[in-house]
Structure formats: structure tokens, C-alpha cells
């Protein structure tokens, strides 16, 4: 069509030229024609190249390869290239941030699996700082030195340790009748409660000594290499080398705030401490004979205080097996329980497993495991608490393998008290597990 209007065109330039120019001698018809043939050419590239552009559009949309405008060249100019990080670059933390244990450390889990420690039976010393006035001094303890008072802290009832310098001979010592004799029997346990702050450096000191009432005793009690030390991840003593926690070692810090359990038993010489579920130190000979506690957190007032709960020291007894084949049946303390609950508590796993391993290594042996409370509370709850503790207990020893028809279970609620409910130490004694041959 276009070219046909180019050609009328012409066609009227022609006349034109002839009617006005005639004089002039040029040859006008062939000056028009050639013109004529380069504007119709030009404007039939110009067609030609427009649909080549769209083509091309068109194929390039189903590649998704459109070109690039200037805006986006000068984005990506503008844009720094992201290069992709290693494994290592990408664990790697900014110079100068706090550290706690390094990521190729895996992070220690709780088992319990092979925990063996197990209480002594016998309770001496119990305090759960059931009743304590907030802000007084804990009433169950003495203090040697320091600065320490009842608190509540993470929802229990705790001993705050504001103040103590137990390189001083500091501390608190426990109150017991028979407390300036020798009142740490030849095989003895102790159990408490310990939180730590994210100073990974704090630790809890203790002497196998009575600080207040037992300096005519042992007078070298106060030397330092007598003293344990218990930290976050670890145990030592001045003459004892530091064993750690699993996954832990010298110049790994754990600023995780924590509570951790701590164990603690003597036989004759051997010392062992646990923290949770581990073991951190076997000292096959102490090398002196233990006679009381003390006990503190080396802190100074308004910088990492400590806080403790859950105190116990009980005498050890024959091993439970011996009771057994004595009396036909054994007691035990060392299954605990959440207040009120059924839910049975990390630390009482040493003794469970046991148990256990006794019934595993004497296939003969069948139980009825029997729960007992204190007298606290109405007779019809505790009766009723009791019967599920008991079952509680022989759920959990189901699952680590015992066949079911060789366990029975029941509650005797408060009805059958071993000592008396009006001391911490009747009540706890009274707060037990039996386990009956039948």
C-alpha cells in the first residue's frame, strides 16, 4: 500500500516539474524516478527492520533473555556482588563478640543413662527451705562468715550467697545437734542444688569441715588443698587437677545460665562428685578423714551471688542387694519427686538404674514397687500420690528393659511412717520407695 502512494506521488511531481520547468533542460522524469526509488526504498527498510525488531521481541520473551535496560546496569553497578560463603566462613563469628562454646564443640546433652550415683539412706541433714521467711537468715544453717539470706529466685525458695570470702574461712555451716563432733559417718552423701551466672569463672567452694564448730578438731581443716571447688563444667581442688563436664575442657567457656545438681559421695577414703548426670571427680584416697560442711560461693557483694537449694546429706548404708537378702526387701530415699507430682525428678535415675542392673544380674528377683509420703497434706491425696509415684517407678524401669510381669506396684500413702513428720529430716525419711520381693 505504501509503495503504491509513493508511486502517485511521483506520478504528480512529474506534471508538476513539466508544467513549471519546461523551459529548464534538465531531465526531470528520470531525477524524479530515482528519487522516488530511494524514499520507497528507505521506507521499505525502515518497515522491514520494525518487523524484525518485534520478531525478535517475541523471541526473546520465550527465553526470558530481555535486554537489560540502563537502569538495571546502573542498579547492578550501584548493587556490591554477594559472594557465597564456605562452611567455615559461614560459623565464623564477628571479632570481639562474646563466645561461649565453640560450634565445632558439640553442645553436652543430659542422659542419665549411666548415671550411678546413689544416696545414702539415712538422712542427716535436710533442707528444702520449706516455710523460710523471705530476706531473714536461712534457719536450718550457722554462718561462719559471708553474707547470705533466704530468697526467691527462678520460683523456688533458695540461700542467696551475696557476700562470701571462703578463702577467709567463710561460709555457712549446717545446724546440728552433735554438730562439734565428728558428724560425717565413714560412708556419706551429699546433694544440693546450684545455679551458675553466665561467668563462666564463679564457682561453689566446700570443706569436709565444720568451719564454726569443729576448729579444735582438725585444725589444718582451713588449709586449701583441702577444699573442693565446683564450677560450671567442672570440680577441682588446689591439689586436684580439674575434670570436666563431657564436651568441656580447658578454655571452653559456657556462659549459659544454669542450675546444675550437685553429688557428692565418700566410702571410707574414695571421694566421687557429679555434676548432673556426669561424674567430674574420683579420688580413689582424700587423704583425710571428713568431719563436717562448709559451704559458700567465693563472691563479692552485688557481683555474681550465687543461689542454692535442696540440701541433703545421708549416711551410707549396705548395698542394697545385702538389704535385700537380709530383710527381704530394701528402702530408698534417692527416688525424689516434683512437690506433690508423680513426675520423678533427673537425679533419682543413679538409683533406679540400680536397681536395674540388680534385677537384670538376678533374673530370679521380682518386686512390688511401693510408694510412701510424709504426712503433710490430706490422707486421701497423699494415699492417692502415692500409688502413682509407685507406678511412675515402675514405668520408668520398664522402659530401660525390665520385663513388666516382673514389677508390681502400690501406695501406702502416709500409713506407715519410718521416723517421725516433725523434723525436715522424719519427713524425708518418710518420703521413700520400697521395693518387696514377692
Given at each position: 500500500?505504501?509503495?503504491?502512494?509513493?508511486?502517485?506521488?511521483?506520478?504528480?511531481?512529474?506534471?508538476?516539474?513539466?508544467?513549471?520547468?519546461?523551459?529548464?533542460?534538465?531531465?526531470?522524469?528520470?531525477?524524479?524516478?530515482?528519487?522516488?526509488?530511494?524514499?520507497?526504498?528507505?521506507?521499505?527498510?525502515?518497515?522491514?527492520?520494525?518487523?524484525?525488531?518485534?520478531?525478535?521481541?517475541?523471541?526473546?520473551?520465550?527465553?526470558?533473555?530481555?535486554?537489560?535496560?540502563?537502569?538495571?546496569?546502573?542498579?547492578?553497578?550501584?548493587?556490591?556482588?554477594?559472594?557465597?560463603k564456605t562452611t567455615a566462613q559461614k560459623s565464623q563469628k564477628p571479632v570481639g563478640e562474646a563466645q561461649s562454646v565453640p560450634e565445632e564443640q558439640p553442645?553436652?546433652?543430659?542422659?542419665?543413662?549411666?548415671?550411678?550415683?546413689?544416696?545414702?539412706?539415712?538422712?542427716?541433714?535436710?533442707?528444702?527451705?520449706?516455710?523460710?521467711?523471705?530476706?531473714?537468715?536461712?534457719?536450718?544453717?550457722?554462718?561462719?562468715?559471708?553474707?547470705?539470706?533466704?530468697?526467691?529466685?527462678?520460683?523456688?525458695?533458695?540461700?542467696?550467697?551475696?557476700?562470701?570470702?571462703?578463702?577467709?574461712?567463710?561460709?555457712?555451716?549446717?545446724?546440728?545437734?552433735?554438730?562439734?563432733?565428728?558428724?560425717?559417718?565413714?560412708?556419706?552423701?551429699?546433694?544440693?542444688?546450684?545455679?551458675?551466672?553466665?561467668?563462666?569463672?564463679?564457682?561453689?567452694?566446700?570443706?569436709?569441715?565444720?568451719?564454726?564448730?569443729?576448729?579444735?578438731?582438725?585444725?589444718?581443716?582451713?588449709?586449701?588443698?583441702?577444699?573442693?571447688?565446683?564450677?560450671?563444667?567442672?570440680?577441682?581442688?588446689?591439689?586436684?587437677?580439674?575434670?570436666?563436664?563431657?564436651?568441656?575442657?580447658?578454655?571452653?567457656?559456657?556462659?549459659?545460665?544454669?542450675?546444675?545438681?550437685?553429688?557428692?559421695?565418700?566410702?571410707?577414703?574414695?571421694?566421687?562428685?557429679?555434676?548432673?548426670?556426669?561424674?567430674?571427680?574420683?579420688?580413689?584416697?582424700?587423704?583425710?578423714?571428713?568431719?563436717?560442711?562448709?559451704?559458700?560461693?567465693?563472691?563479692?557483694?552485688?557481683?555474681?551471688?550465687?543461689?542454692?537449694?535442696?540440701?541433703?546429706?545421708?549416711?551410707?548404708?549396705?548395698?542394697?542387694?545385702?538389704?535385700?537378702?537380709?530383710?527381704?526387701?530394701?528402702?530408698?530415699?534417692?527416688?525424689?519427686?516434683?512437690?506433690?507430682?508423680?513426675?520423678?525428678?533427673?537425679?533419682?535415675?543413679?538409683?533406679?538404674?540400680?536397681?536395674?542392673?540388680?534385677?537384670?544380674?538376678?533374673?530370679?528377683?521380682?518386686?512390688?514397687?511401693?510408694?510412701?509420703?510424709?504426712?503433710?497434706?490430706?490422707?486421701?491425696?497423699?494415699?492417692?500420690?502415692?500409688?502413682?509415684?509407685?507406678?511412675?517407678?515402675?514405668?520408668?524401669?520398664?522402659?530401660?528393659?525390665?520385663?513388666?510381669?516382673?514389677?508390681?506396684?502400690?501406695?501406702?500413702?502416709?500409713?506407715?511412717?519410718?521416723?517421725?513428720?516433725?523434723?525436715?529430716?522424719?519427713?524425708?525419711?518418710?518420703?521413700?520407695?520400697?521395693?518387696?520381693?514377692f
Open positions: 500500500m505504501k509503495g503504491l502512494f509513493a508511486i502517485f506521488i511521483a506520478s504528480l511531481l512529474v506534471v508538476y516539474a513539466t508544467d513549471s520547468i519546461a523551459q529548464v533542460k534538465v531531465d526531470v522524469k528520470k531525477k524524479v524516478n530515482r528519487e522516488t526509488n530511494q524514499r520507497a526504498n528507505q521506507r521499505t527498510d525502515q518497515i522491514i527492520d520494525k518487523g524484525f525488531d518485534k520478531i525478535e521481541e517475541g523471541v526473546g520473551s520465550i527465553f526470558k533473555k530481555k535486554e537489560k535496560s540502563p537502569e538495571d546496569i546502573r542498579a547492578e553497578k550501584e548493587e556490591p556482588v554477594q559472594e557465597k553442645k553436652p546433652q543430659l542422659t542419665w543413662a549411666k548415671y550411678d550415683f546413689v544416696p545414702g539412706t539415712e538422712i542427716i541433714f535436710e533442707d528444702n527451705l520449706e516455710g523460710e521467711q523471705n530476706g531473714e537468715f536461712p534457719s536450718k544453717w550457722d554462718l561462719v562468715q559471708g553474707n547470705f539470706e533466704n530468697a526467691i529466685f527462678d520460683g523456688s525458695n533458695v540461700i542467696y550467697h551475696m557476700k562470701c570470702n571462703m578463702n577467709g574461712g567463710g561460709g555457712i555451716v549446717p545446724m546440728l545437734k552433735n554438730c562439734k563432733e565428728d558428724y560425717l559417718p565413714e560412708e556419706f552423701t551429699i546433694e544440693f542444688d546450684a545455679y551458675f551466672t553466665e561467668n563462666h569463672g564463679g564457682y561453689y567452694e566446700i570443706c569436709l569441715g565444720d568451719f564454726k564448730n569443729q576448729q579444735k578438731l582438725d585444725k589444718e581443716l582451713r588449709l586449701d588443698e583441702k577444699w573442693i571447688r565446683i564450677y560450671k563444667n567442672s570440680a577441682s581442688g588446689k591439689s586436684i587437677e580439674a575434670n570436666y563436664y563431657p564436651g568441656y575442657k580447658s578454655g571452653i567457656y559456657d556462659k549459659t545460665p544454669k542450675w546444675r545438681h550437685v553429688a557428692i559421695s565418700f566410702n571410707k577414703r574414695a571421694l566421687k562428685v557429679y555434676l548432673d548426670d556426669a561424674r567430674v571427680l574420683n579420688i580413689p584416697n582424700l587423704g583425710y578423714n571428713p568431719t563436717g560442711f562448709s559451704f559458700g560461693k567465693q563472691s563479692v557483694e552485688g557481683k555474681d551471688p550465687g543461689y542454692t537449694k535442696n540440701f541433703r546429706i545421708a549416711k551410707g548404708a549396705v548395698p542394697l542387694y545385702d538389704k535385700f537378702l537380709t530383710d527381704g526387701k530394701f528402702v530408698t530415699t534417692g527416688i525424689k519427686f516434683d512437690v506433690n507430682k508423680a513426675t520423678i525428678k533427673p537425679e533419682s535415675t543413679g538409683t533406679i538404674n540400680y536397681v536395674v542392673k540388680m534385677m537384670q544380674d538376678h533374673p530370679e528377683l521380682k518386686f512390688s514397687v511401693e510408694g510412701h509420703t510424709d504426712s503433710d497434706g490430706e490422707d486421701a491425696a497423699n494415699q492417692k500420690l502415692s500409688e502413682a509415684r509407685a507406678k511412675s517407678v515402675l514405668e520408668a524401669m520398664v522402659k530401660l528393659g525390665l520385663p513388666a510381669d516382673r514389677l508390681t506396684s502400690k501406695g501406702h500413702g502416709e500409713s506407715k511412717p519410718m521416723a517421725g513428720n516433725d523434723t525436715p529430716e522424719g519427713k524425708a525419711q518418710n518420703r521413700r520407695v520400697e521395693f518387696v520381693k
